[in-house]
């Protein structure tokens, strides 16, 4: 067995609904790590073997919002150690928990009996019972079925659970990286120079202010050494388990469509200030100003991780860093993978029809939102222009016999933005296993390194010559010549025969059932009156104005629903679905 190791990060970014793609994702890479570890122990003596034998271990799982409950339910999978994928799709729960949780979300399981009676997901977050006719409303949506999908997983796992559970191929101390949006500011000083005069002791310093929380757990935690540094992963312990819990509901609360949560002592100022000190790279002599001795713990109110850093590839690859040292960009020994259901691309066409004169201020305005939201998810941090190993996946839909994306949108759940995947299970079935299905393509083709068996520092030094055979990839060079690469992750499957690329598990794209989505009309419309009556409530003082709104409640909530419903319908429709 070879001692070549390559250690990977992977990372999981915001999807909403369309967590359903990157569970799908996760799933058949754990599958093609299972079973190239069960080929490498069985051909352990042979020489001649045709199984790469070098060692790939994930060193850490980061993720924001979608991204990082699909981390969470996928560590949680690996610690029962009795995980196995899911390769057909099915109407029964398989107890596979990225499937059942992203494919079933908290839908009545008897919606798929004979009878077929019971409620959606869709349908129970239209209900009105965490409406606080006092206190207003949480959110546009009720989130109770995402917290019963977040405490379902946690319930569910079998007590031997732990971390000698973990498969070879998962790191013993695997950090899951989870991020999440703080509405307090945790704040530091920029020290500028001591300057004194007759008026001034001394210059007082520059306060910087951070929203941008990261959740930092290390499963192989001591409560000595790491204390106020990271966060343990202890998911058998009552407060642990409960932490964790909260955090997984929390990067989840997209702003104002699912309720945010409240953190009152689960977060050590000593752990955040030491946070920020090594996530924005400051020096040891800048002060944080959240003083461990007055505010042991830091309160404050998290809405979605996405909200701010909804890519967290530079937080796994800072980690790898951490732990490995500086790269060696000819021989990478580790490297991140970031799946993103919704990618940012640049597309040259739109730049170029925008107008970047602003002159009014509804212009400015308008700008000003995106502004602010664009700069505060960019990427200031040490390792983001680092000349790293990082790559991408993204969804695809290839048409057979042509190397080109389908015409129509390839995520059945990126409808309504994201959130069209908690309308129907069709939804969700279709991309889990594109998910599935665009893991194998990227193992099979986009997901290697260079070869050279008789280079030391390789990661293939000593491959045999039969392997190299059966999974090399020859590829031309600018200067005419052909080098051999080799995948990082074996895909055996391939071995066996399946070698089409636009072979997928579920082909057909699904439909929107405009018939039952109008049935959900009535329960939209009594959620939407809810709201409007609850956040009115004392808020209007003049007693005429409130007989005025509350007369004409009813026709607002109606036609502020038939809008919404107008807006979803025609999405839909511009989607081909």
Not at 299 to 307: L, M, N
Not at 337 to 361: A, C, G, Q, R, T
Request: glycine share 6%; proline share 5%.
């Amino acid at each position: 067995m070879s001692n070549q190791t390559f250690y990977l990060g992977l990372s999981m970014a915001g999807a909403v609904s369309a967590g359903a793609y990157t569970a799908g994702f996760i799933d058949y890479l754990l599958e093609a790590l299972s079973e190239w570890e069960k080929a490498k122990q069985q051909q352990a003596n042979n020489p001649n073997s045709n199984i790469p034998n070098h060692k790939v271990v994930i060193d850490a799982l980061g993720g924001a919002s979608a991204g990082g409950m699909v981390g969470m339910i996928a560590t949680l999978a690996l610690y029962s150690g009795n995980w196995t994928p899911v390769k057909k799709v099915s109407n029964k729960k398989t107890g596979n928990i990225l499937y059942d949780s992203w494919v079933f979300l908290d839908d009545d399981l008897s919606l798929y009996s004979e009878k077929g009676s019971g409620k959606g997901t869709f349908e129970k977050m239209l209900d009105t019972s965490d409406i606080d006719p006092e206190a207003g409303a949480p959110s546009l949506l009720n989130s109770t079925p995402i917290d019963a999908i977040a405490e379902r997983v946690f319930n569910e796992l079998p007590k031997d659970s732990g971390i000698d559970k973990l498969p070879e191929f998962i790191s013993k101390d695997l950090r899951l990286l989870i991020t999440l949006t703080s509405l307090r500011p945790l704040d530091y000083k920029v020290k500028l120079s001591r300057l004194k005069s007759k008026f001034l002791d001394e210059t007082p310093s520059h306060r910087v202010s951070s929203h941008d929380v990261l959740a930092h757990f290390k499963l192989d935690y001591d409560d000595t050494k790491d204390s106020g540094l990271y966060l343990p992963f202890h998911p058998h312990h009552l407060d642990s388990r409960n932490f964790l819990i909260k955090v997984t509901k929390a990067t989840g609360a997209f702003p104002i469509g699912l309720k945010p949560r409240y953190f009152d002592d689960e977060f050590s100022t000593r752990y955040l200030n030491n946070s920020l000190k090594i996530r924005k790279s400051l020096i040891e002599d800048l002060d944080i100003l959240i003083d461990e001795g007055a505010t042991p713990n830091f309160q404050f109110t998290a809405i979605d991780g996405g909200t701010i850093n909804n890519e967290p590839f530079d937080e796994v690859l800072r980690h790898l860093i951490k732990k490995h040292g500086a790269p060696d960009l000819e021989n990478p020994k580790f490297g991140t993978l970031h799946i993103d259901p919704f990618p940012n691309f640049l597309d040259p066409e739109l730049v170029d029809n925008i107008n970047y004169k602003v002159s009014s201020i509804m212009g400015i305005l308008g700008a000003l939102v995106p502004t602010i939201l664009n700069q505060a998810r960019y990427k200031q941090t040490d390792t983001y222009g680092v000349g790293l190993f990082k790559l991408m996946s993204f969804p695809r839909k290839l048409k057979s016999g042509k190397m080109e994306i389908r015409a129509h949108p390839p995520l059945a759940t990126g409808a309504i933005e994201g959130f069209g995947g908690f309308l129907d299970i069709k939804f969700r079935q279709h991309d889990f296993f594109l998910g599935r299905d665009n893991a194998r393509n990227f193992l099979r083709g986009i997901l290697f390194l260079e070869c050279d068996k008789d280079d030391p520092d390789n990661l293939f030094y000593g491959v045999s010559d039969a392997a190299i055979a059966e999974f090399k990839r020859n590829v031309k060079q600018d200067d005419g010549s052909e080098k051999v690469y080799m995948p990082i992750i074996p895909d055996l499957s391939k071995i066996e025969g399946d070698t089409n690329p636009t072979r997928y598990e579920v082909e057909e794209f699904p439909k929107f059932n405009k018939d039952a989505f109008r049935k959900l009309e009535k329960p939209m419309r009594a959620r939407v009156k809810a709201i409007l009556k609850a956040e009115l409530n004392g808020k209007i003082e003049s007693w005429w104005l409130r007989q005025v709104v509350r007369m004409f409640r009813g026709s607002i909530a109606k036609k502020i629903t038939k809008i919404a419903m107008t807006h979803m319908e025609k999405d839909f429709k511009n989607r081909k679905m």
